[in-house]
C-alpha cells in the first residue's frame, strides 16, 4: 500500500500528457554548441522549423515570421543523449510489478521487446527532462539467458507518445552476468552466443526453413528472427563487458560474424586493450567513474578508463550501466564534467571541453547508428535544444529552456513542487498526516 500511495503522488503532481505542436523558433545570440565535439560558436543562432533542425552556426539568417528568442549570450545545446538507461521500464526496484527490466520466466529472451512497456509518467522522466536529457537510449536486463532482448530510445517529452525508435538495438551480457546466465562460466557463454548466431543466421537464410523446436529450444523462432537482424548487421548489439579478455574473446569472435555491429558497455578495462578496440571500430559506451574493482573483472579500473580509450581512437560516450539507471541519467553532465577537470590532474587522462560534451550527445547516438537523427544540431536533426543558466557541465547550470522534436517543454517536477510546498510550511496549510 505504501508503494502505491507513493505512486499515486507522483501521477497527481505529473503534468497533463497533452500533445503539442512542433513550434519554428530561432534561437540568437548564443554560445553555440553543436554538439559534435567542435567548439562552441559565440554569436551563433539555431533555427528549428517543423519540428527539425534547418541551420545552426554563426553566420545564419532568420526566417521571416520565425519567434526569435535572444539567449544573451548563454550556452545553448542539443538535448542530452542517455547512453545507457533502463529509465520509463522501471518505477520501484524492488516492486516486481513496477520493473518490467527483465521477465525470469519466459521462454523468450532476445524477441522481448521493451517499447510497449516504457511508461511516459513514470517519475524520472520529468526529473531528467528538467536537467536537459531530451533522448535516452533503453535497455532490457537479461534473466534467464545471455540475450536480454530489445531495446529502444526514447524522447523524455510531456506527451503520451516516449518511442522515437523502437527495436533500436539487442542487448546482451558478457562476463561475469553473461557466465551465470549460460550455466556458469564464460566458455558456457560462448558456446550460447556462438550457437545462437549459427541458428540466427540459419534463420536469416530462410526463415520458412527454419525449424522451431518449441519451448526447449535453445533459440525459438521469435528469438531466431530478432537475432537474424543482428547477425545480418541491420541491428546494433550492445553487449555489456567489463575485463579487457572479455572484449578481445568478443572481438575475436567477430571475425566470423563480421557483419555483427557491436557496441561494448561499461568496459572499465577498455583502456588497456584500446588498440583492439580502435582497430575493430567497436565503439563503447562506457561508466564515466569506475576508479575501483568492484568486481574481477574491473581490477583495471580507473577514471582515466575514458580518456584513454578516446586518445587511442575509440568512439566513447558516457552511460550509466549498474549506476542507477533507471532515474538518474542527469547525472552524465557531471560525469562529463568530472572528465574535463581530470586534464588539470597530473598523470590522469581526461577529455577537453568539446570532446565530453560529444560524449553525452552526439556519440552515444552514432554508436547506435541513430547519428544522422539525433545528438547534434547538424541540420536535419531533431530539434532538441536546451538553454543553459551558464556551462552545462558545471553544477550550478541549470536548464532554463528544454526543446524536444521542436515542442518546447514544462521543466515543473515534483521535487520542485515538494520544495515549494513545504520550505515555509504554514499553520493549517499542511497535510492531515502532520496535525496533532
Known amino acids: ?15 497533463a500528457l497533452t500533445p503539442a505542436a512542433a513550434q519554428s523558433v530561432a534561437i540568437t545570440n548564443a554560445r553555440l554548441v553543436i ?33 526569435t528568442i535572444d539567449a544573451g549570450g548563454r550556452y545553448v545545446t542539443p538535448g542530452i543523449v542517455a547512453g545507457f538507461t533502463r529509465m520509463g521500464i522501471v ?36 526529473l531528467n527532462r528538467a536537467e536537459g536529457v531530451t533522448r535516452a537510449i533503453v535497455a532490457p536486463e537479461n534473466r534467464g539467458s545471455i540475450f536480454a532482448g530489445l531495446g529502444a530510445v526514447i524522447d523524455l ?19 561475469e552476468g553473461g557466465a551465470g546466465a549460460a550455466g556458469g562460466s564464460r566458455p558456457a557463454a560462448i558456446a550460447m552466443f556462438k550457437n545462437a548466431l549459427f541458428q540466427a543466421r540459419s534463420y536469416a537464410r530462410n ?42 574473446a568478443l572481438i575475436d569472435l567477430r571475425r566470423d560474424y563480421p557483419a555483427i555491429r557491436m557496441v561494448f558497455v561499461g568496459a572499465s578495462e577498455g583502456w588497456t586493450v584500446a588498440a583492439e578496440l580502435a582497430a575493430a571500430r567497436i565503439p563503447v559506451i562506457a561508466s564515466a567513474l569506475n576508479d575501483l574493482p568492484e568486481s ?24 550509466t550501466i549498474n549506476d542507477n539507471e533507471a532515474r538518474q541519467a542527469r547525472l552524465e553532465k557531471q560525469y562529463a564534467g568530472n572528465l574535463v577537470a581530470l586534464t588539470r590532474v597530473p598523470g590522469a587522462t581526461g577529455l577537453d571541453w568539446n570532446a565530453a560534451f560529444a560524449a553525452i550527445t552526439s556519440i552515444p547516438a552514432e554508436a ?24 552545462p557541465l558545471e553544477l550550478d547550470a541549470a536548464a532554463l529552456s528544454v526543446w524536444i522534436s521542436g515542442v518546447k517543454q514544462p521543466l515543473q517536477t515534483r521535487q520542485a513542487l515538494l520544495l515549494k510546498r513545504y520550505l515555509q510550511p504554514q499553520e493549517g496549510a499542511l497535510p492531515k498526516a502532520y496535525e496533532r
Not at 500500500?1 to 503534468?15: E, I, N, R, T
Not at 544540431?377 to 535544444?385: I, S
Open 207 to 248: 526463415p520458412n526453413g527454419y525449424a522451431d523446436q518449441g519451448k526447449d529450444a535453445l533459440l525459438n523462432r521469435a528469438d531466431a528472427e530478432a537475432l537474424g537482424a543482428v547477425v545480418t548487421g541491420k541491428m546494433p548489439l550492445l553487449i555489456h563487458v567489463e575485463r579487457a579478455s572479455d572484449m578481445l
Open 157 to 175: 517529452g510531456a506527451d503520451r507518445t516516449p518511442i522515437s525508435t523502437a527495436r533500436a538495438f539487442q542487448f546482451m551480457e558478457y562476463g
Open 91 to 126: 518505477e520501484v526496484d524492488g516492486v516486481g510489478q513496477t520493473n518490467d527490466a527483465g521477465a525470469s520466466g519466459s521462454p523468450f529472451h532476445a524477441s522481448i521487446d521493451i517499447a510497449p512497456a516504457v511508461n511516459p509518467r513514470t517519475s524520472s522522466i520529468p
Open 368 to 391: 547506435i547508428g541513430l547519428g544522422g537523427d539525433i545528438g547534434s544540431l547538424r541540420p536535419g536533426r531533431q530539434g532538441d535544444v536546451v538553454i543553459w543558466s551558464g556551462d
Open 1 to 15: 500500500m505504501k508503494h502505491l500511495l507513493l505512486l499515486s503522488a507522483a501521477l497527481l503532481a505529473a503534468p
Open 35 to 67: 554538439g559534435d565535439g567542435s567548439a562552441p560558436i559565440e554569436g551563433g543562432t539555431v533555427v528549428i522549423r517543423n519540428g527539425r533542425v534547418v541551420a545552426a552556426g554563426k553566420a545564419v539568417a532568420v526566417p521571416q515570421g520565425v519567434e
Open 296 to 319: 574481477f573483472e574491473a581490477l583495471a579500473a580507473t577514471q582515466s578508463n575514458i580518456g584513454r580509450m578516446t586518445a587511442a581512437g575509440v568512439q566513447v560516450g558516457i552511460g
